[in-house]
Nanobody
Framework: VQLVESGGGLVQPGGSLRLSCAASGRIFSINAMGWYRQAPGKERDLVARITSGGYTKYTDSVKGRFTISRDNAKNTVYLQMNSLKPEDTAVYYC????????????????WGQGTQVTVSS
């Protein structure tokens, strides 16, 4: 079981990016999925989180600019990032909470490898 992120890159201020994170394996269910980010010299902080029922939570600095969504059938979570600012520059990590496989094996928390987002002119 692993989480694979994609969609990072270099974008100018005011631009947009869409991150994707797909969970692979014979997955039965995932409770919640989220996006975190870590800038150089700083801690990893929550950006947005979405439950299996669609309840969302955002950190204040991205409200109105970022949108988290998920496709439960594909075990994939997305982060649409608009109106990007230089302070959004960071490595973005996705995670999955309470992931259960068809075998019955479960994982309380899994992390992806991270994808770099750089906002610069």
């Amino acid at each position: 079981v692993q989480l694979v992120e994609s969609g990072g890159g270099l974008v100018q201020p005011g631009g947009s990016l869409r991150l994707s994170c797909a969970a692979s394996g014979r997955i039965f269910s995932i409770n919640a999925m989220g996006w975190y980010r870590q800038a150089p010299g700083k801690e990893r902080d929550l950006v947005a989180r979405i439950t299996s029922g669609g309840y969302t939570k955002y950190t204040d600095s991205v409200k109105g600019r970022f949108t988290i969504s998920r496709d439960n059938a594909k075990n994939t979570v997305y982060l649409q990032m608009n109106s990007l600012k230089p302070e959004d520059t960071a490595v973005y990590y996705c995670n999955a909470e309470d992931l259960t496989l068809h075998s019955g094996l479960s994982y309380s928390l899994l992390w992806g490898q991270g994808t770099q987002v750089t906002v610069s002119s």
